[in-house]
């Protein structure tokens, strides 16, 4: 076997199956809640085009809707290692996070986000100079 071989790596299924156990249910809790949440304010605006009134709705079409579904929970398997699917993992719960929040509060998490995601890049950066 030569030196440049590559060993393969084993997928990390049964973590995956854990983040799925973890983020499925806390994607479907802060979504329920956000459209209670919007159900008790008072006036919700929307932006709709005129032509948009004139589309037909057709019921089949909640399926490919709801394919959705399955390709976020698909997606944590199709990662190569623990890195790669940890990494996934975290931005599905910073955007599922940064989504379920509102006002000050999403600015100042994001605002916080950015800045530790910018300081841990620097001295990424600083260590790889050396």
Known sequence: MSENAVTPSV?????AAAW???LG?????TYGLATWLTTQRAHV???????????????????PYWAIDALYGISLFVCADKS??????????????AVALSGRDRDKVLSDLLE???????????????
């Open 11 to 15: 997928r990390p299924w049964r973590r």
């Open 116 to 130: 530790l995601l910018a300081i841990r890049e620097l001295a990424s950066l600083a260590g790889n100079c050396r």
């Open 25 to 29: 249910p806390f994607f479907f809790a």
């Open 45 to 63: 605006g929307s932006i709709v085009f005129g032509w948009e009134h004139a589309v037909p709705f057709v019921p089949w079409t909640i399926v």
């Open 84 to 97: 790669e699917l940890d990494t996934h993992a975290k931005r599905l719960l910073t955007a599922q996070v």
């Open 20 to 22: 799925l156990l973890f």
